[in-house]
T-cell receptor, first 117, second 112 residues
């Protein structure tokens, strides 16, 4: 799924550092979704953004995590003061319309594997 | 809340064997149901979907039928190939919702 670009593919951070994960949606897509996959678990929804707006952040941890999708540039998922429990694969998906979810018209990126040491 | 339960993995089969991966769900209303596949090192790809009861989704020889009475969406394939080795995720989406709820995934390995 090269059309949704996530980088870096792998990220190693020491406890207490900041992690920044980037997601460039497909061309023409203005809706971005972030999911987290903990080891041996399914993907869990974190946040849904449109350009310059957070629409649903019901899955975001209350502290240390933030997300943005500026008018220009990629969407950023930022994790401050990382802990070992943040180690996971973080996936981004994008869509062109808000109704895409029920039609299955998401496109997923290849993910960023975050390891906290 | 909504949830999806998949059969525990990993599953290992020989080439040309019959495949079933069980998926059951709990949801309010009438969700859409999906199977996604994740090949090594890649993101998730939509494999098939069904949007209402008794619909059958199919793609690449895989099939799944939306069974409202048993709240199930089991994935089947009559004859698997080595190239089907991947992780398979069952998921649902409430109508109007902007997020997917995933099962834990089932790792499938097909041996030649």
């Amino acid at each position: 799924n090269a059309d949704v670009m996530q980088n870096p593919r792998h990220l190693v951070r020491r406890r207490g550092q900041e992690a920044r994960l980037r997601c460039s949606p497909m061309k023409g897509h203005s809706h971005v979704y972030w999911y987290r996959q903990l080891p041996e678990e399914g993907l869990k929804f974190m946040v849904y953004l449109q350009k310059e707006n957070i629409i649903d952040e019901s899955g975001m941890p209350k502290e240390r995590f933030s997300a943005e999708f500026p008018k220009e540039g990629p969407s950023i998922l930022r994790i401050q003061q990382v802990v070992r429990g943040d180690s996971a694969a973080y996936f981004c998906a994008s869509s062109d319309t808000p109704g895409s979810t029920s039609r299955g018209s998401y496109t997923f990126g290849s993910g960023t594997r975050l390891t906290v040491v | 809340g909504n949830s999806v339960t998949q059969m525990e993995g990993p599953v290992t089969l020989s080439e040309e064997a019959f495949l079933t991966i069980n998926c059951t769900y709990t949801a309010t209303g009438y969700p859409s149901l999906f199977w996604y596949v994740q090949y090594p090192g890649e993101g998730l790809q939509l494999l098939l979907k069904a949007t209402k009861a008794d619909d059958k989704g199919s793609n690449k020889g895989f099939e799944a039928t939306y069974r409202k009475e048993t709240t199930s969406f089991h994935l089947e394939k009559g004859s698997v190939q080595v190239s089907d080795s991947a992780v398979y995720f069952c998921a649902l989406s409430d109508q109007g919702a902007q997020k997917l709820v995933f099962g834990q995934g089932t790792r499938l390995t097909i041996n030649p």
